[in-house]
């Protein structure tokens, strides 16, 4: 009809080179372009934990990725590394972090019934801070009650040697169970790239 299709490079200068490949097509045939996930993971607790009132527990021991681990779980891409409690990531770029935590207090604790989980950061692979943190109130009633913080955060990772993450839980209260339990999503993380940075 006259018309045209044009292919484009991109606006900006790519990070690296970018090899296009059509595939041989058959009559009628279709080529589908995509810009999905390239990187989404997923780590979980496999194991209650106990908690001391005011002092933080890195998730380190217990914390595994859920695919291979949990049934029909899966990642896509690479995914991430861990040592101890420190995460390491595949590749630079714009990564959003999930973390949610479940955390049961018995009735016979009153006094501060708070469950926290923050999300420490080093971009320097030396000094780690608190750039993200959920809190949730666990209300006193009889018998067990539940707290679930939620928290997450954009973490440019502009150098993968440099930039890292581990997460954290917190409660005011002694005695106080993390939740893990093995074969479900009770407390964890999920790591998705998003874009480049």
């Known amino acids: 009809g006259g018309n045209s299709v044009i292919i484009a490079g991109p606006s900006s200068n790519p990070a690296a080179d970018r090899t296009l490949t059509c595939p041989d097509l058959t009559a009628n045939a279709t080529i589908a372009t995509t810009n999905?996930?390239?990187?989404?993971?997923?780590?979980?607790?496999?194991?209650?934990?106990?908690?001391?009132?005011?002092?933080?527990?890195?998730?380190?021991?217990?914390?595994?990725r859920v695919s291979g681990t949990i049934a029909g779980a899966g990642h896509v891409g690479t995914g991430m590394s861990k040592s101890g409690a420190i995460f390491s990531f595949p590749s630079t770029g714009i990564y959003k972090l999930f973390f949610c935590a479940t955390v049961m207090i018995n009735s016979s604790n009153t006094g501060n019934r708070y469950a926290q989980n923050p999300i420490y950061i080093t971009t320097d692979n030396s000094n780690y801070n608190n750039r993200a943190m959920?809190?949730?109130?666990?209300d006193a009633i009889s018998g067990e009650s539940f707290g679930q913080p939620v928290t997450e955060f954009i973490f440019d990772v502009t150098d993968?040697?440099?930039?890292?993450?581990?997460?954290q839980v917190q409660t005011g209260e002694s005695?106080?169970?993390?939740?893990?339990?093995?074969?479900?999503?009770?407390?964890?993380?999920?790591?998705?790239?998003i874009g480049d940075t």
């Open 36 to 64: 999905g996930i390239q990187m989404i993971d997923q780590y979980c607790l496999q194991g209650n934990k106990s908690l001391t009132g005011n002092t933080g527990l890195d998730l380190d021991t217990d914390f595994v």
């Open 134 to 138: 959920g809190l949730d109130g666990v």
């Open 160 to 167: 993968t040697s440099l930039c890292k993450c581990k997460f």
């Open 175 to 193: 005695g106080a169970t993390l939740f893990g339990q093995s074969g479900r999503l009770d407390t964890f993380v999920t790591f998705t790239r």
